[in-house]
C-alpha cells in the first residue's frame, strides 16, 4: 500500500541522470556510516556495562543515561545498516532500479524512534541537571527513581508513536511537527543551562565560603561540585548534540524552497542523516572525558577484558657484581 514516505522518497532520492557523477559522494557516506555503526555499537555498549556498575552517581541520573545510550546502541545496530543499504541502493539506481518503499520507510521509521529517543534523552539530562542544581538538597525528595523511570519509559512511548503517525502523515505535516517540538524543546534546553550557569556561579560562591569554616560542612561542599561537574558534562552533550541536529532542522526547512538538483539535494539530505546518526557516537565519548565515574568503571571493563600480563623478570641478587666483575675484566 503506498504511504505518504513513498512519495517523499521520490523527492529526496537522487535522479538517475545525475549517479555516476556523485557516486564518490555516496560511496564516502557509505564507508563513514559501516564505520560510525561500529564505533557506536562498541562504545554504547561499554557505555551500558559501565552504567550497570556500582558508582557514587545517583540511580536517576544513571536512568537517564542508559536510556540515551541504548538509544544509541539502537542507532548503531539498526538505523546505521539502513542508511547504508538505502545509499547502495541509491548507487544501484541505474541498473537495479533504487531502494523500494518499504527500505525507505524502514530507515525513516527506525530512524525517528531511536534518534527522537536520543532527542528526548538529551532534554531530559539538561531537565534533571537543573533540578539537582536548583533544589540541592530537596532534589532526591522530589526526583524519585520511580519517576525519573515513569518519564523515561513515557518517552519511550511518545517516540513509538510518532515514528508510527510517519506513516500516516505528509512530509509537510511531519516537519511541522518536528519543528515545533525540536524548537520547544531547544529553547526549553537552552533556558535549563542558563539557569544552571547562574545557580553554579552562586554555589561556585557558596563553596568559596563553606570551605574557610568546619569540616561539617564537608560534604555540602562534596555535593556542590558533583552537581556541578555533572551538570558540565550534559551541558558538552547538549552541545554537541546541536551541532548534530541543526542541520537536519535547516534541511527540512529549506526543502520546499529549494530549486537545486535532486541529486545534489539527495547527497545533502544523506549526510545531514549521518550528522545526526554520528550524535551516538560522540554521546559516549563524552561521558567517558567528562564523568570520571563512568571513565573510572569504562577502564576497569577494558583491564579485565584485556589483561596486561606482565613479565616477570628473575632477581639475581649477585647479577650487579657480575656485570662489574665482567666489565672490569673486558
Not at 557523477?21 to 555516496?26: A, D, H, K, T, V
Not at 551541532?243 to 535547516?250: G, T
Amino acid at each position: 500500500m503506498k504511504t505518504p514516505l513513498c512519495d517523499e522518497q521520490l523527492r529526496f532520492q537522487p535522479a538517475s541522470i545525475e549517479d555516476e557523477s556523485l557516486n564518490s559522494w555516496y560511496i564516502a557516506n557509505c564507508v563513514l556510516n559501516a564505520l560510525l555503526s561500529i564505533t557506536a555499537v562498541i562504545f554504547n555498549s561499554v557505555t551500558i556495562q559501565a552504567l550497570r556498575r556500582p558508582s557514587s552517581l545517583s540511580n536517576t541520573l544513571k536512568t537517564l543515561l542508559l536510556s540515551a545510550a541504548v538509544s544509541d546502541l539502537g542507532v548503531g545496530l539498526l538505523v546505521h545498516p539502513l542508511h547504508v543499504l538505502l545509499l547502495v541502493k541509491w548507487l544501484q539506481l541505474n541498473s537495479v532500479g533504487g531502494p523500494t518503499c518499504s527500505t525507505y520507510a524502514a530507515f525513516i521509521v527506525s530512524g525517528i524512534l531511536f534518534s527522537s529517543a536520543s532527542f528526548f534523552g538529551v532534554m531530559a539530562l539538561s531537565a534533571d541537571r537543573f533540578l539537582a542544581i536548583h533544589l540541592h538538597l530537596r532534589y532526591s525528595e522530589l526526583v524519585t527513581h520511580r519517576r525519573v523511570v515513569f518519564a523515561v519509559v513515557s518517552s519511550w512511548v511518545i517516540c513509538v508513536v510518532l515514528s508510527i503517525i510517519r506513516f500516516c502523515v505528509t512530509s509537510i505535516t511531519a516537519i511541522g511537527i518536528i519543528t515545533v517540538v525540536g524548537i520547544a524543546c531547544l529553547v526549553a534546553s537552552a533556558v535549563f543551562y542558563c539557569k544552571i550557569y547562574l545557580a553554579v556561579r552562586r554555589h561556585k560562591k557558596q563553596i568559596q565560603t563553606l570551605q574557610v569554616q568546619r569540616q561539617e560542612n564537608a560534604e555540602i561542599v562534596a555535593n556542590l561540585a558533583s552537581g556541578k561537574k555533572s551538570a558540565v558534562g550534559t551541558f558538552y552533550v547538549f552541545l554537541v548534540f546541536l551541532m548534530c541536529y541543526l542541520p537536519m532542522f535547516c534541511i527540512f526547512a529549506a526543502r520546499p524552497i529549494s530549486s537545486g538538483s535532486k541529486g545534489t539535494f539527495g547527497i545533502v539530505f544523506s549526510f545531514t542523516w549521518t550528522l545526526v546518526l554520528l550524535n551516538s557516537t560522540l554521546n559516549p565519548v563524552i561521558y567517558f572525558w567528562k564523568m570520571r565515574q563512568i571513565r573510572r568503571a569504562i577502564m576497569n571493563i577494558l583491564r579485565n577484558t584485556f589483561p596486561i600480563r606482565r613479565r616477570s623478570i628473575p632477581f639475581y641478587p649477585n647479577a650487579q657484581t657480575t656485570v662489574t666483575s665482567a666489565a672490569f675484566h673486558l
